[in-house]
């Protein structure tokens, strides 16, 4: 047996999720091990967004369970899980504007540490985070804006220091939403450069995608989320080939789909 499948990252059992009496995820079961990457996509409505925000507890399930690493999750706190390395990036609403790029990336790297009491072992720490977060800047080509203010960055670049707070605060698994949504066509292959980062680091990747052909490029497994539910769970290959695909992208269920 695969060692990989042995250890899930993440577990979701029969997740369902309902507001104002309208059901949203149907029961959502799969599960993700460690060092894989999944993409999920599925037409506009079809509860990928949802999916994420009750896998990193925004929202509370109204059923079903979330395991990471194996331990139950379904009820922490967001700050919770992700002090236990689940990291959720949002669209440029992960950072702080006003700080400079350097400061985002040192308060991320100094959330995973303990509390200093002393001054000379904080001021050793200070100098090492520096040097970390400088290094971390230089992988997505952000040294350079290290002194500048984060609000001051284009989009796609607000998107790699984003990515990158989230793996300077040690994040183990990665829920990206649609990290290119927006950005140029240079700063999607940044961006893909990144996750596959990530990959070699052996990083957890979920990643909400419209464009197949984007992520088919470093995703093993895709998702296929239809009216809350799992239509599809496959490779890519299989996926594309299937007439499911076509169906509620471009069938009589689903007209006004973005994708591919
Ligand atoms: N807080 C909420 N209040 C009301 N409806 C909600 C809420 N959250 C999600 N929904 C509804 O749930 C459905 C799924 O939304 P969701 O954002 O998860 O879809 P999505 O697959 O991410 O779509 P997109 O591709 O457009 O981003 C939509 O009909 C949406 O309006
Ligand atoms: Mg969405």
């Known amino acids: 047996m695969d060692e990989k499948r042995e250890q899930p990252a993440l577990t979701l059992q029969e ?10 995820l149907n029961g959502v079961t799969f599960d993700v091990s460690r060092g894989e990457t999944v993409g999920v996509i599925g037409p506009n409505g079809s509860g990928k967004t949802t999916l994420f925000n009750c896998i990193n507890g925004f929202y509370l399930p109204t059923a079903g369970k979330v395991l990471f690493q194996e331990r139950e999750i379904t009820r922490m706190p967001p700050f919770q899980r992700a002090e236990l390395g689940l990291g959720r990036v949002f669209q440029n609403f992960g950072i702080f504007r006003e700080m400079t790029v350097l400061e985002n990336m040192v308060t991320a790297l100094e959330g995973r540490q303990p509390l200093r009491t002393t001054f000379f072992p904080w001021a050793k720490q200070n100098r090492k985070n520096r040097e970390r977060a400088l290094e971390l800047l230089g992988e997505v080509q952000l040294a350079e804006k290290a ?47 990144l996750v596959r980062k990530l990959q070699n680091e052996k990083k957890t990747i979920l990643i909400i995608e419209h464009d197949i052909r984007f992520i088919e490029k470093f995703c093993e497994r895709i998702i296929v989320l239809d009216s809350g539910r799992v239509l599809l769970d496959d490779t890519p290959e299989k996926v594309k080939e299937s007439p499911l695909l076509q169906e509620i992208y471009f069938g009589k269920r689903s007209p006004s789909s973005g994708l591919v």
Not at 148 to 171: D, P
């Open 147 to 193: 002194h500048l203010k984060a609000g001051s960055l284009s989009g796609g670049q607000m998107r790699l220091l984003e990515i990158m707070r989230t793996f300077a605060f040690g994040a183990e698994l990665f829920l990206l939403d649609e990290p290119t949504a927006g950005v140029s066509p240079k700063m999607k292959e940044d961006v893909a450069e």
């Open 15 to 24: 997740l369902r999720f309902a507001i104002h009496h309208a059901q949203i």
